[in-house]
């Protein structure tokens, strides 16, 4: 069941990594000053650097992987859930990692203002606040696990959040 749990955790990380640039190419509809949105050539290139840096990551060749995704974030510095997969792998590489809760923070802001759902109902908002140990992020846990969910779901967020540890879910995801 953990390896479940991790496979599933990872797959989360890796989606909302790739699902900005991929939503967007399906909303064309309005103007692009309206949709905010970076040109979907950028998108799409961010998108392939973060795909490799998924590769690399299931290889444990998390260096190559931090290229990638810093490469991808000079591309599109607005897409947090980006931003939240360079952050660990920050803190992974760079065991002392100076600003490293800051960088979560940065996370946490930038899905709080982006995002179509508040920050307490987005899993990776949730999870950068307690890896930023942010004033609000243990309200945060609290109210997500009181949010409605399946079974499975429901599982995979209490083994997640309850007695959540920085160390511990950096490992889990990049071990």
């Known amino acids: 069941m953990k390896n479940l749990i991790i496979l599933f955790l990872f797959s989360l990380v890796a989606t909302a990594c790739t699902f900005e640039s991929d939503n967007e190419q399906g909303n064309n509809q ?9 040109p979907s050539d950028k998108a799409r290139q961010a998108s392939e650097l973060m795909s490799q840096a998924n590769g690399h990551i299931q290889s444990r060749q998390y260096q190559q992987a ?15 859930e980006n931003r939240f997969l360079y952050c660990m792998l920050q803190e992974r590489v760079n065991d002392s990692m100076p600003g490293g809760k800051a960088c979560y923070a940065k996370v946490v802001e930038e899905l709080s203002q982006n995002s179509d759902s ?3 109902a987005n899993l990776n908002c949730v999870v950068a606040d307690l890896m930023a140990e942010g004033d609000h992020s243990l309200k945060r846990k609290e109210h997500f696990l009181s949010l409605p969910a399946s079974d499975a779901e429901s599982e995979v967020h209490h083994y997640l959040l309850d007695d959540f540890e920085r160390d511990r879910y950096l490992h ?4």
């Open 172 to 175: 889990m995801i990049l071990p």
């Open 66 to 80: 931090l290229t990638d995704a810093e490469a991808a974030l000079e591309i599109v510095p607005e897409q947090a």
């Open 118 to 120: 508040p920050c307490e």
């Open 30 to 38: 309005r103007a692009p000053s309206e949709r905010n949105e970076v």
